[in-house]
């Protein structure tokens, strides 16, 4: 195999998903049509691509209980919070510890969402 | 909302940028840490480390790649540690996902399970390249930076799963 179709044949992976620069494409192109060795690789991996990355999409998505387990460590109580007004239409300050930064924040609550009015590292 | 101005609320403490950032990317997230670890509990952990490591580490976001390019990073060295714990810990064999969907042939589910077994079958390194190509169509010199290694070693680990792939699948 020379240089120019072991080159060829690094790149087919990336030509089956079609992201292969422009130049390096015309130069595999070029390759390919004058390369019956490699056009039967290109078929190949191209069929290879296709098989793998369809059984890839169909894998599952991550069930419910990922997000709550992300939220749950997420959310450690604040060092300190004063609420003022409602659940409706309230204002929150908060002190909390963020990996190692102290945050100072406020929220506004109204009709029963949260808009964050600021955060700083305090 | 772009990605990385998501990033930048939950730098700042944002739980529902976090959440949108879930939506748009936990799925990824999840396939590479199940094709990189091959079950889904220890797939299901490699996500919860990587977003509450985004969560923790938002405001070190430099911006030089892709958000979900730079969640697949995070997501690979958790996933790589979640394995070495495992051979480490000798945990029990979990339950590899499931591919059956009854809408399809069997023919068909077939194909699939082999075609996840020969991926399984191969390295840790030559897996996840497999995916950031084949599922990401991530050109091989963003992959060499995700992984911090040479654009040749890419494409060496590429040409030899291929190999491995077409010889199991053939
Ligand atoms: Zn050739």
Redesign the interface.
């Known amino acids: 195999m020379n240089r120019d179709c072991e080159l060829c044949r690094e790149l087919l992976p990336w030509y089956a998903v079609g992201v292969v620069g422009a130049a390096e494409r015309i130069h595999l192109e070029e390759h390919l049509e004058s390369c019956a060795e490699c056009r039967a690789e290109w078929a190949q991996v191209a069929e290879l691509a296709r098989a793998v990355q369809e059984t890839l999409r169909e894998l599952p998505s991550p069930g419910e209980r990922v997000w709550g387990g992300i939220t749950a460590r997420v959310q450690p109580g604040p060092l300190a919070r004063v609420d003022v007004g409602s659940f409706l239409l309230g204002v929150s300050v908060w002190l909390t510890v963020r990996g190692r930064h102290v945050l100072l924040g406020g929220d506004l609550r109204l009709l029963g969402r949260k808009y964050r009015l600021f955060a700083e590292e305090a | 909302m772009a990605d990385r101005e998501l990033v930048q ?1 939950v730098a ?5 940028a ?2 949108e950032l ?1 939506r748009r990317h ?2 990824r997230v ?2 590479f840490a ?2 990189i670890t091959g079950r ?1 509990e220890l ?2 952990e490699v ?2 480390e990587t ?2 490591a985004l ?3 938002a ?1 070190s976001y430099a911006g030089r790649s892709q958000v979900s390019t730079w969640l697949l990073g995070i997501a690979r060295n958790q996933g790589l540690a979640v394995l070495r714990g495992e051979r480490k810990g000798g945990r029990a064999p979990g339950a590899p ?3 059956a ?1 009854p809408a399809k042939t069997v023919h068909a589910e077939e ?2 399970a082999a ?2 077994c020969a ?1 399984q079958g191969l390295s840790a390194e030559q897996r996840e390249v ?2 950031l ?3 990401e ?4 010199r963003e992959i060499a930076s995700l992984l911090g290694v040479p654009e040749g070693t890419v ?2 680990r ?2 030899h799963a ?1 190999r491995k ?2 010889e199991v ?1 053939s």
């Open positions: 609320r700042r403490g944002e739980e529902e976090l959440g879930y936990g799925t999840f396939r199940l094709t889904m797939a299901e996500v919860q977003f509450v969560w923790k580490g405001g996902p499931e591919l969907d194909k699939r075609v996840w991926v497999v995916f190509a084949f599922y169509a991530l050109p091989y494409k060496s590429m040409y291929k792939l077409a699948l």
